[in-house]
């Protein structure tokens, strides 16, 4: 009887393990790779206005009314295995994380770049609204212009 309950608490704590390893995995490597930049970017100074957004989000192939999904470093890991295509947002997500990760990253290495960057990505579909998202993509388009163009 001694041994069955020994049993049963070890494929308990083994099973426990697993599942805090399955799922706080994951939140770990989110953590640990936003600490490979510095800091975080900035949200946009200016608003862009409803028109300006929905232009840029159907430019870029989205239907519909811009939506943000909320991000979580679980169903992103898990989801990196799969062909279904991320929701329409993590496009900008990934333009405003890829444009500061340039200048504020801290390791080198494309495995660091890459969850960093990622990790970023989910961050900011967390902290920023999808105005914010397709405001700050619209005035990093506006920069790049004026450089390309003075």
């Known amino acids: 009887m001694l041994k069955s309950t020994k049993l049963?608490?070890?494929?308990?704590?083994?099973?426990?393990?697993?599942?805090?390893?399955?799922?706080?995995g994951p939140w770990i490597l989110y953590f640990w790779g936003l600490e490979g930049m510095s800091g975080k970017p900035a949200i946009p100074k200016?608003?862009?206005?409803?028109?300006?957004?929905?232009?840029?989000?159907?430019?870029?192939?989205?239907?519909?009314?811009?939506?943000?999904?909320?991000?979580?470093?679980?169903?992103y890991f898990f989801s990196a295995g799969t062909l279904e295509a991320p929701p329409p947002?993590?496009?900008?997500a990934w333009r405003i994380a890829a444009a500061y990760q340039r200048e504020h990253q801290l390791r080198d290495g494309a495995s660091w770049q890459q969850?960093?960057?990622?990790?970023?990505?989910?961050?900011?579909?967390?902290?920023?609204?999808?105005?914010?998202?397709?405001?700050?993509?619209?005035e990093m388009d506006?920069?790049?212009?004026?450089?390309?163009?003075?």
Not at 51 to 73: I, N, S
Not at 115 to 138: D, F, N
Not at 143 to 150: S, V, Y
Request: glycine content about 6%; proline content about 4%.
């Open 8 to 24: 049963k608490a070890i494929v308990a704590g083994v099973l426990i393990t697993i599942i805090a390893l399955i799922y706080g």
């Open 46 to 75: 200016v608003v862009a206005n409803v028109q300006q957004q929905q232009a840029l989000w159907e430019k870029a192939g989205c239907e519909g009314t811009p939506t943000l999904v909320e991000l979580d470093p679980v169903s």
């Open 89 to 92: 947002a993590t496009i900008f």
């Open 115 to 138: 969850l960093s960057g990622s990790a970023m990505v989910i961050w900011i579909t967390r902290h920023w609204t999808i105005e914010q998202i397709l405001s700050k993509t619209i």
């Open 142 to 150: 506006a920069k790049k212009k004026a450089i390309q163009h003075p």
